[in-house]
């Protein structure tokens, strides 16, 4: 998969990064992940009930790394991951025009415009 990475602005003007996520961010997208999901403002997890180890993390990254129509996107501020989104194609051959998008935006950075630049950048990147 290809996304160049892109310079956004919050709605307070801060920079915001948005570029694809690779192995080396499993930790960190890992931790922004059980934040949120332990905030639980309309996550489909409860806290619990997401297991996933770093291991695990980096290999379903480089999963999607590998693949042309997978994505996904980290939103960083100050080199921090803020928020994410990933999409995946449908898994049988009828269903390769479907897809499944997950997201997420860290505690603390709701109502700033993450959600809005990381589903902008998953647009465009299947308008291409």
């Known amino acids: 998969m290809f996304f160049a990475v892109e310079t956004h602005s919050l709605k307070d003007g801060a920079p915001i990064t948005l570029r694809c ?3 080396d961010d499993a930790a960190a997208l890992l931790a922004v992940t059980r934040a949120y ?3 639980n403002d309309g ?6 009930e997401y297991q996933k180890t770093e291991d695990e ?4 990254i480089h999963s999607m ?7 996904l996107l980290l939103a960083l501020v100050d080199g921090n991951v803020v928020g994410n989104i990933d999409f995946h194609i449908g898994p049988r051959a009828r269903l390769r025009h479907t897809g499944t998008v997950g997201m997420g935006v860290a505690p603390g950075y709701g ?4 959600g809005e ?5 998953l647009v465009g990147w299947g308008e291409e």
Do not use: F, T
Request: charged share 25%.
């Open 57 to 60: 993390m980096r290999a379903w």
């Open 43 to 48: 996550m489909v997890w409860e806290p619990e």
């Open 65 to 71: 790394l590998h693949s042309d129509a997978e994505l």
């Open 37 to 39: 999901i332990h905030q």
């Open 117 to 121: 630049i990381v589903r902008g950048g």
């Open 111 to 114: 109502g700033r415009g993450v």
């Open 21 to 23: 996520g690779v192995e």
